[in-house]
């Protein structure tokens, strides 16, 4: 065994590293297929090595995702396993468990350095970063699968053996074939100890169900067998599993102000119907779950997705999701049910609240029919800002008549953000929607985002504000009262570092039911 691991760098022999991952903050915007024949797009997965390219196979007739990576010859390749054996012969693992990425690579770099020293190989600088790719990919991260588990985009991986290509769902594309194949069972069976290990369980013959958890909160589960009838072991991997954003740890991150949340409290607490717009990626059902932790805790709420991605703690909380158990390897999924049909189904339920997780077809207008006769509604759409919606909701295929978009009361625009150099997410603007017809509509704007200083502008007008009023009888003096308080409640929060999703909600739920109790708490009265 070399000794390399004692060979310490000084200080001033630290040397410049080579590979270096140049994540981008934003998010790409995707194209929709309009032509599904000569549809071509290219994005990076980890930049500037990786990246998808999905595109229509026609001798296969079907929409592909292929994992493009650095090419290397065949010599290039031996030297990558004779580095990565060694490696593997040195390497702690433990030490590959780090959180900091930056550590690892450095690490790794450094001891690739000196075995390419010891070993008297000679390769370009061009080589040893493309090498270096896959010497991350492999020890860092989850080898093959790695520029996949990088993509926002991905929901699902699912491989069904060796020898058969792995299939992925795709937020956008939905269904496809993916270029990644393990080629015999050995490579499938390390692949799937690896996955154990990663998230700290153990499989073997005796034990060949993984069910786990990554340390990126993925879930994943796994066969490990070797029966000989079987295309051998199988894994699929599930992402999107995090703890959903809280209001305050919106405050933290500057994404809303307090009173901004305590408006929208009010507006949740009275019924009103509510819509997130934005770009892909904005952080549209983050806030939109966000906002759902203010609804009323005895409430009835029904939840209608086509991926689960809502999280809340509601006793009487029923989330459905329209596409049921992927078949992903038969192609098709089974038994499918759509948000339209499950929608029309909800209703039978009696539901306080409805949250429809994204609004893109026909279900619209039974959700805003829903709303329009007292069935509040919370939901998200595809749309930069208000004109874009109301004219994606007046035109094919959602088709809404006018009076119908006027049951929505306010529609919060979020967006990404640049603020200084940091890539942000930030509520752009509140408006309230007064007026709907035919050729025109007229707007409130009761709270702006100035981009220049970073600061919420918040107007006192609010004519949602008002028609609460109106409609429940309580005076404006009432509800500015509400707004001051929930305003300094929200803060005091944020202040004592009261992050956590069921913390958070246990004070909100605690105001609904004996508000002094907690304002005491909190020296707020
Ligand atoms: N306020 C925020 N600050 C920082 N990051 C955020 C914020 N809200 C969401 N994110 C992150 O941004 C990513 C996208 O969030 P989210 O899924 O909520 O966006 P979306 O607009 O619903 O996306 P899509 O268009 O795909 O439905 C997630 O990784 C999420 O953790
Ligand atoms: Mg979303």
Same mark, same amino acid.
């Given at each position: 065994m070399l000794d390399i691991f004692k060979k310490k760098p000084k200080i001033e022999e630290k040397e410049k590293l080579l590979f270096k991952i140049n994540p981008s903050e934003n998010i790409t915007q995707l194209p929709d297929v309009t032509d599904r024949e000569s549809f071509d797009v290219r994005y990076p997965l980890? &930049?500037?090595?990786s990246y998808a390219h999905i595109f229509w196979d026609k001798p296969n007739n079907e929409m592909v995702y292929f994992v493009e990576e650095p090419k290397l010859d065949d010599s290039d390749k031996r030297t990558l396993n004779i580095l990565e054996d060694s490696l593997k012969e040195l390497i702690d693992i433990s030490f590959i468990n780090i959180k900091e990425e930056d550590v690892v690579i450095e690490y790794l770099e450094k001891n690739i350095k000196i075995l390419l020293n010891e070993f008297g190989m000679r390769i370009t600088e061009d080589t040893l970063q493309r090498i270096m790719y896959y010497i991350y990919r492999d020890f860092v991260g989850l080898n093959e699968i790695e520029p996949i588990m990088k993509d926002? =985009? #991905? !929901?699902d991986i699912e491989c069904n053996g060796s020898q058969t290509p792995v299939y992925l769902v795709h937020r956008k594309y939905r269904n496809m074939r993916t %270029?990644? @194949? =393990? /080629? *015999?069972n050995k490579k499938l069976a390390g692949f799937v100890e690896k996955l154990a290990q990663k998230s700290g369980k153990y499989v073997s013959y005796a034990n060949p169900i993984l069910d786990g958890i990554l340390p990126d909160s993925s879930r994943v589960n796994a066969t490990y067998t070797q *029966? #000989? /009838? /079987?295309r051998g072991p199988t894994f699929s991997i599930r992402k999107f599993t995090k703890e959903p954003w809280t209001p305050i740890k919106l405050i933290d991150s500057r994404t809303v102000s307090p009173e901004i949340l305590a408006y929208l409290w009010l507006l949740v607490e009275y019924e009103n119907n509510l819509m997130v717009i934005g770009a892909t990626a904005s952080g549209k059902t983050s806030f939109l779950n966000a906002i759902s932790f203010f609804i009323p805790p005895q409430a009835r709420i029904v939840s209608i997705e086509d991926t689960r991605e809502l999280q809340l703690i509601h006793e009487n909380w029923l989330p459905s999701v329209a596409? !049921?158990? @992927?078949g992903l390897a038969s192609g098709k999924p089974h038994g499918e049910i759509t948000i339209f049909e499950l929608l029309r189904e909800s209703f039978r339920q009696r539901p306080d609240y409805v949250i429809v997780g994204e609004v893109r077809g026909q279900e619209a207008f039974v959700l805003f029919q829903a709303a329009a006769s007292g069935h509040p509604m919370l939901s998200t759409m595809h749309a930069e800002d208000v004109a874009t919606m109301i004219r994606r909701l007046e035109t &094919? &295929? #959602? %088709?809404?008549p006018p009076s119908l978009v006027q049951s929505l009361d306010i529609v919060c625009v979020m967006s990404q953000a640049k603020v200084g150099k940091k890539m942000t997410r930030r509520l752009r603007e509140i408006s309230e929607i007064i007026d709907v017809n035919a050729t025109n509509f007229r707007i409130n704007t009761p709270f702006l985002w100035d981009p220049r200083q970073d600061k919420f502008y918040f107007k006192t007008n609010s004519t949602i504000l008002d028609r609460i009023s109106v409609k429940h009888g309580i005076s404006r003096e009432q509800l500015n009262n509400e707004f001051r308080i929930r305003t300094k409640l929200l803060w005091a929060m944020y202040q004592n570092k009261i992050f956590g999703f069921k913390e958070v909600q246990d004070i909100i739920n605690i105001y609904y039911k004996a508000p002094e109790q907690i304002l005491k708490k909190f020296n707020i009265i």
């Open positions: 980890i &930049p500037p090595y926002y =985009f #991905i !929901e %270029n990644i @194949v =393990f /080629s *015999d *029966d #000989i /009838s /079987s596409r !049921e158990g @992927v &094919p &295929p #959602i %088709n809404l």
